[in-house]
T-cell receptor, first 113, second 114 residues
Framework: KQEVTQIPAALSVPEGENLVLNCSFTDSAIYNLQWFRQDPGKGLTSLLLIQSSQREQTSGRLNASLDKSSGRSTLYIAASQPGDSATYLCAVPPGAGSYQLTFGKGTKLSVIP | DTEVTQTPKHLVMGMTNKKSLKCEQHMGHRAMYWYKQKAKKPPELMFVYSYEKLSINESVPSRFSPECPNSSLLNLHLHALQPEDSALYLC?????????????FGNGTRLTVT
C-alpha cells in the first residue's frame, strides 16, 4: 500500500527566504505526483503535476522535482511571501489507470513578514 | 477563483434533516469526485463518477447518496447524518478518470451536523 510522508509538518520562515518542502513515497511505481496548496477552510489548489518521465516542473516562483528511484519529491519556493502561507500537500496515484490519490498529511507553511 | 463551484459554502443540519450539496464545473471534464476532509487531515475519497456513471464507492454509508445529473453537475444528497459526519466536503473534477489527469478542486462545503 502506497504511503506518502511530508516532513516537516510545520515550517515558519521570514519573508524573502527560499525554502524546500519534502514529500516521500514508499512505492516508486507512480505515474505522476501532484502538489497542492490549501488555505484554511478552503479547497485544494493544484500547483504542479510532474509526470513520472519528468524530473522537474516550474511555475513562477515554484519548482517541483521528482526522483522516482529514491521515492522523493521536493517543492522549492523562491523568495517566499506572506501570501504563500498555507498548507502544502503532495499526492500520488497508486497505480496504473488509478483514480485514487494518496495524500501526504501536508506541511503547514507560515511566512512571517 | 476555482473553476469548480460548490454550494452552499456552509451548511448546518440536524440529524433528521435532508439536504444536498451541489458541485458544478464547465471545463468539459468527464470525471468528478467527492472527497471528505476532517480537520488537519488530508482529503479522503468518497465517490468517483466517470462519464456520469458511478464507478467507485469507497464503502461510504448509505446516508450519503451521490447523483450526477449531467456531465457538469454533481450532487451529494444527505439524510440522517451523524455529528461525526461534520467535515469539509470537497468536489473535484479531472479530464478523465485516469492517473494522468490532474484534479481540480472546489472550495468545499463546510458541513456541521448538530
Amino acid at each position: 500500500k502506497q504511503e506518502v510522508t511530508q516532513i516537516p509538518a510545520a515550517l515558519s520562515v521570514p519573508e524573502g527566504e527560499n525554502l524546500v518542502l519534502n514529500c516521500s513515497f514508499t512505492d516508486s511505481a507512480i505515474y505522476n505526483l501532484q502538489w497542492f496548496r490549501q488555505d484554511p477552510g478552503k479547497g485544494l489548489t493544484s500547483l504542479l503535476l510532474i509526470q513520472s518521465s519528468q524530473r522537474e516542473q516550474t511555475s513562477g516562483r515554484l519548482n517541483a522535482s521528482l526522483d522516482k528511484s529514491s521515492g522523493r519529491s521536493t517543492l522549492y519556493i523562491a523568495a517566499s511571501q506572506p501570501g504563500d502561507s498555507a498548507t502544502y500537500l503532495c499526492a500520488v496515484p497508486p497505480g496504473a489507470g488509478s483514480y485514487q490519490l494518496t495524500f501526504g498529511k501536508g506541511t503547514k507553511l507560515s511566512v512571517i513578514p | 477563483d476555482t473553476e469548480v463551484t460548490q454550494t452552499p459554502k456552509h451548511l448546518v443540519m440536524g440529524m433528521t434533516n435532508k439536504k444536498s450539496l451541489k458541485c458544478e464545473q464547465h471545463m468539459g471534464h468527464r470525471a468528478m469526485y467527492w472527497y471528505k476532509q476532517k480537520a488537519k487531515k488530508p482529503p479522503e475519497l468518497m465517490f468517483v463518477y466517470s462519464y456520469e456513471k458511478l464507478s467507485i464507492n469507497e464503502s461510504v454509508p448509505s446516508r450519503f447518496s451521490p447523483e450526477c445529473p449531467n456531465s457538469s453537475l454533481l450532487n451529494l444528497h444527505l439524510h440522517a447524518l451523524q455529528p461525526e459526519d461534520s467535515a469539509l466536503y470537497l468536489c473535484a473534477s479531472s479530464q478523465y478518470r485516469g492517473s494522468n489527469s490532474p484534479l481540480h478542486f472546489g472550495n468545499g462545503t463546510r458541513l456541521t451536523v448538530t
